[in-house]
Structure formats: structure tokens, C-alpha cells
């Protein structure tokens, strides 16, 4: 991550987006919309593109919060603790499985886990 990132760290669960998928991605967006209805913040970045499991560690890992997510160009999103092993997320949804309600489910779940109540099915 850049030098600039650090500085505007602010504590929130790290969405991060793989620099080929674009902004206005149903699964994106639903991720957000999941999150927002949990009340809990997050903060975009776009990343090189490379694997969800790989995003959302290293957004757990930057997170103040602890809690990374991420997007990578298929549409597979995955969602990491930091207190987990390095290779295997929380939750993970194969691109050609994930759906908006999938994603908007995943999007509470990584809010759920900040706010340490139970996740959704």
C-alpha cells in the first residue's frame, strides 16, 4: 500500500477492489450497502489485481479495525480477521457464486464481526 493510504487510515474495515472491476459492480455495491446497514465505516481502496483472499488479508492487516474485504476482478470476495492464518479468510464467495444478495449478506457479516454479534446466515 502507498505511503499516501497510511496517512489517510481512519477506522474502518478496508474494502479492497481490484483495479479491473469497475466502481459500479452490483456485487460492490451491495458489499457497501451490507456494511452500511450495520452502521459500521469502511474505506475503498483499489488494489493491484490479484486474489480476494490476498485483498482482504492485506486490508485486515492495514485495518484499524481489523477486518478486510476483498473484491478481485472475477467477482470473488473474501473476508479476512486479522487474528486469522494467512491463507484462509473468514468468508469466501467464488465469483461466478456471488450474487448482490450474497454480497450485501458478506458486506454485514465483515460489519458483524467489528461490532461482535452474531453473523447472518
Known amino acids: 500500500m502507498s505511503q499516501s493510504e497510511n496517512l489517510e487510515r481512519k477506522p474502518a474495515v478496508a474494502l479492497r477492489r481490484a483495479q479491473r472491476l469497475g466502481k459500479e459492480n452490483p456485487c460492490l455495491k451491495a458489499l457497501k450497502a451490507g456494511m452500511e446497514e450495520e452502521g459500521v465505516p469502511w474505506q475503498e481502496l483499489e488494489a493491484e489485481n490479484t486474489s480476494s483472499t490476498r485483498l482482504s ?31 484462509e479468510p473468514l468468508f469466501y464467495s467464488e465469483g461466478a457464486l456471488a450474487t448482490a444478495v450474497k454480497a450485501r449478506t458478506l458486506g454485514a457479516n465483515a460489519a458483524r464481526l467489528v461490532k461482535g454479534i452474531p453473523f447472518k446466515d
Open 57 to 87: 488479508r492485506e486490508g485486515a492487516e492495514w485495518s484499524q479495525l481489523g477486518v478486510g474485504v476483498g473484491i478481485d476482478a472475477q467477482g470473488s470476495i473474501s473476508i479476512h480477521f486479522h487474528r486469522l492464518g494467512h491463507t
